[in-house]
C-alpha cells in the first residue's frame, strides 16, 4: 500500500519547524492566521495591549498545532538532507 501522504507545511531546510505551505489548504491556513492577527491589531491592541499579546499567543498555538498536524515531522535539519 502507497504511503499517499500530502503535507501543507514542509520542514525548514535549516533548523527546526516549517516553512512556508505548498498546498492550498495550507495557504489558506496561513491567509486565515493573518487576517485573524490584522483584524486583532486593529481591535485589540489598542484596548488592551495584555489582552492582544494573549490573543496572538493562542493563535500561534492553533498555528503550531496545525503545522504539527499537517506537516511534516518536525526535527532539526542541518540542510544536507
Known amino acids: 500500500m502507497p504511503n499517499d501522504v500530502r503535507y501543507w507545511f514542509p520542514a525548514k531546510r535549516y533548523g527546526w519547524g516549517w516553512g512556508l505551505p505548498i498546498t492550498w489548504q495550507g495557504w489558506a491556513i496561513f491567509a486565515g492566521f493573518l487576517v485573524l492577527v490584522v483584524v486583532g491589531a486593529a481591535t485589540l491592541a ?4 495584555v489582552g492582544f499579546i494573549a490573543y496572538i499567543l493562542v493563535l500561534c498555538a492553533c498555528l503550531t498545532a496545525v503545522c504539527w498536524w499537517k506537516g511534516e515531522p518536525p526535527r532539526w535539519r542541518w540542510g544536507g538532507e
Open 46 to 49: 489598542r484596548q488592551s495591549p
